[in-house]
């Protein structure tokens, strides 16, 4: 089983709507948990870290469930500039970080 | 933006030629990764450094090698580059392992 798994999509909504995607993860004991954002061809950039209470930043929430050992990342009121691959970020048993293979999102006008 | 550089940008080989990629981070952080980047697999780690001349390998290690000198370089090299190879690399920096890694522009590199 891989370390960190997410539906690679892709996920095609109407700007303004809202996107919301999991990604499960293999070791119960992991402690740090972080969502990237990677635009074609460029490298991965670091959107928001990931709290056991759940955060915000802006337009973006991020939820943490232990329980079912998965996080998720929800964007409300789309911009066209949303469109990029999202990546999970979870760290394993060698306290390493693990990447996702990414679940891509593409805002239309 | 974390000061992080990688050169060359681009580079095409052919097989069985040496490669060199370096990775220049001006942000003092102790830990440094190599990553390569396929359709299909994510980003894969190759190898890794916890500081100078301490590497560890990564899950795609072979064929590949490494050094640190400097806390602010770190060298990947191809001893002899193959086909399968080719592929973007980035290069990441963290405080602490298990901290957020900041990454570089990346390198891609065509072996033919």
């Known amino acids: 089983r891989k370390e960190v798994e997410q539906d690679p999509g892709p996920f095609n909504v109407p700007e303004g709507a809202t996107v919301a995607f999991n990604c499960t993860y293999s070791?119960?004991?992991?402690?740090?948990f972080f969502w990237y954002r990677q635009d074609c061809r460029k490298e991965p950039k670091l959107l928001m870290s990931?709290?056991?209470s759940g955060n915000e930043d802006g337009r973006f929430t991020a939820q943490l469930n232990r329980a079912s050992q998965y996080i998720s990342l929800l964007i409300r009121d789309s911009k066209l500039s949303d469109s990029a691959t999202y990546l999970c970020v979870v760290n394993g048993n060698d306290y390493k970080l693990s990447f996702g293979a990414g679940t891509t999102v593409t805002v239309r006008a | 933006d974390a000061g992080i550089t990688q050169s060359p940008r681009h580079k095409v080989t052919e097989t069985g030629t040496p490669v060199t990629l370096r990775c220049h981070q001006t942000e003092n952080h102790r830990y440094m990764y190599w990553y390569r980047q396929d359709p299909g697999h994510g980003l894969r780690l190759i190898h890794y450094s916890y500081g100078v001349k301490d590497t560890d390998k990564g899950e795609v290690s072979d064929g590949y090698s490494v050094s640190r000198s400097k806390t602010e370089d770190f060298l990947l090299t191809l001893e002899s580059a193959t086909s399968s190879q080719t592929s973007v690399y980035f290069c990441?920096?963290?405080?602490?392992?298990?901290?957020?890694?900041?990454f570089g522009p990346g390198t891609r590199l065509t072996v033919l």
């Open positions: 990441a920096i963290s405080e602490e392992i298990y901290n957020e890694q900041f």
């Open positions: 070791n119960s004991a992991s402690q740090s």
């Open positions: 990931v709290y056991s």
